[in-house]
């Protein structure tokens, strides 16, 4: 079977490319699950109702998110409702919502983890011991287990891969919004890639206004960033596996 995982979706310039090209890809590459990372859908910072639910209309079976979950607070009620809509695992107890669920369609169950990584990012809590303790008692209802890691360095991203590449179909890196070229099958078994990319302006810095963004740098003052709109694509990657198995044979960057 084959599980299509999209890239940070930046905005309404990236909302509006993902539903223009979701349904075709899903079709032309026979897609059975898909997950996209979506903390930056609303406004390019953030994640509403009526965002996430525009693009569950377009063939998302969930979304994952990241540090940004948490920009609006309309979001808390709604995620303790929308069990498709996941946040990181390994924030503390008492956070709205949850950071995993298993999925079943056409009598397969899918497992999604969310996890966040803390080099550089919050001190939250440890994604590696969260991530295998869930991965285990995911593992006595379904074999097919896929993981969005939201996490700034590549080493911890690598890291967790390795260290949960026996519990796990695949290990999926987000957050830096620039697609890596190290995709790779771990052990011959778990799908693995740096970072998925985002769907978001190629003439811009991570989907942003060049301007702003630059001032900032070479300013080090606040600045309000805009969502770039002009010649936006989009990043993911494909993964085959085998559902009985829960093994991943192949993992594939694509482009729209």
């Known amino acids: 079977m084959r599980l299509l995982f999209i890239g940070d979706v930046i905005g309404e310039p990236g909302r509006k490319k993902l539903v223009e090209s979701l349904p075709m890809i ?22 509403t109702k009526k965002a996430a639910e525009e693009i569950f ?15 609006y607070k309309e979001i808390y009620p709604y995620i303790d409702s929308e069990p498709r809509l996941l ?6 107890e008492g956070c709205p919502g949850s950071g995993y669920n298993i999925y079943e369609k056409m009598g ?6 969310n996890l966040e990584g803390r080099v550089f990012m919050k001190s939250i809590d440890d994604p590696f011991r969260a991530g295998r303790k869930i991965a285990e008692e995911m593992m006595k209802v379904t074999k097919n287990i896929f993981i969005d890691f939201h996490a700034e360095a590549t080493s911890e991203k690598k890291a967790l891969a390795i260290y949960l590449s026996d519990y796990v179909t695949a290990v999926i890196g987000t957050h830096t919004h620039i ?8 052990k011959n078994r778990c799908a693995y890639i740096t970072d ?24 080090q003052l606040p600045q309000k960033f805009k969502v770039a709109k002009e010649n936006v694509i989009g990043n993911g990657v494909i993964i085959d ?13 694509i482009t729209f």
Not at 57 to 71: A, E, L, M, R
Not at 87 to 92: C, L
């Open 26 to 47: 899903i079709k032309k590459e026979s897609i059975f699950f898909t997950i996209v990372q979506g903390e930056n859908l609303a406004g390019g910072l953030g994640i």
């Open 57 to 71: 209309q377009y063939g998302v079976d969930c979304i994952t998110t990241g540090n940004h979950i948490w920009k």
């Open 87 to 92: 946040r990181p695992a390994n924030y503390p």
């Open 108 to 113: 397969i169950k899918i497992g999604v983890i």
């Open 179 to 186: 697609p890596t070229a190290d995709e790779q099958l771990i």
């Open 196 to 219: 998925a990319g985002m769907v978001g302006s190629a003439d811009s810095i991570i989907g942003m206004e060049k301007e702003g963004v630059l001032k900032q740098f070479l300013l």
């Open 241 to 253: 596996f085998d559902e009985k198995k829960g093994i991943a044979t192949e993992i594939t960057r």
